[in-house]
């Protein structure tokens, strides 16, 4: 009977078989190293913290409310532009002129535009008495559009300061007008608590600066 020495000096036949569950053992056992391998070299982003921030309007409408107006006289308030800094969810930190950064475990609970869009509105209604309709209502009578571009939302390292800058844009029909607005708060660390309520409460500062313009 003829034997087959394989490679590594083993004088019996491997049965086929077995010699075919060997083979996918080993596939299997590459594959896991391969997995292993990739895991250390592929994120898939920053653990969320375990809690987010949100603005809150100081001043609002109280519930059971009504109001009616005009044709022409409601406001829509539209969510304003925002640069690269302030399109995610996270706060930045503005370090000179030229460099930004982002406070460590803080996360807005959505975009800044729609969150300061929303506490805007609700402080218009308050402060003017006249109803605020959404980007998605203003179909039924647009009367005031309000938007504009919020240039800052976030956190002046050197002035230790949030600062809320908004430069605001009132549509009145066909006539137009602009304004710029901004508020500073200082802010006693640059952590997550601190700076999310000094934000707050320039957001509000600034709202209602909007709300007492726009009368």
Known sequence: MLQHKDPFGSSEVENPSRRASRLRSERTGLGVLLVFALSGCISFGEKPPERLLRLTATQSVAPGTGQSVSPGEAITVIPPTV?????????????????????????WVEPPSRLFARLLS??????????????????????????????????????????????????????????????????????????????????????????????
Do not use: C, H
């Not at 640069?83 to 996360?107: D, F, I």
């Not at 109803?131 to 309000?146: T, W």
């Open 83 to 107: 640069p690269a800094e302030l399109a995610s969810n996270r706060v930045p930190v503005r370090s000179g002129s030229t460099e930004v950064a982002y406070v460590k475990k803080a996360q």
């Open 122 to 215: 609700e402080v218009i209604a308050a402060r003017t008495g006249r109803p605020v309709l959404s980007g998605r209502q203003f179909v039924m009578d647009p009367g005031v559009r309000v938007t504009g571009q919020l240039q800052a939302f976030g956190i002046d390292e050197a002035s230790q300061s949030a600062v809320v800058t908004f430069d605001a844009a009132v549509a009145r029909g066909t006539a137009i007008q602009t304004r710029r607005f901004e508020a500073r708060v200082p802010v006693s660390a640059i952590e997550a608590a601190p700076v999310g309520a000094a934000l707050n409460q320039a957001a509000n500062q600034v709202a209602a600066e909007v709300a007492d313009w726009l009368k």
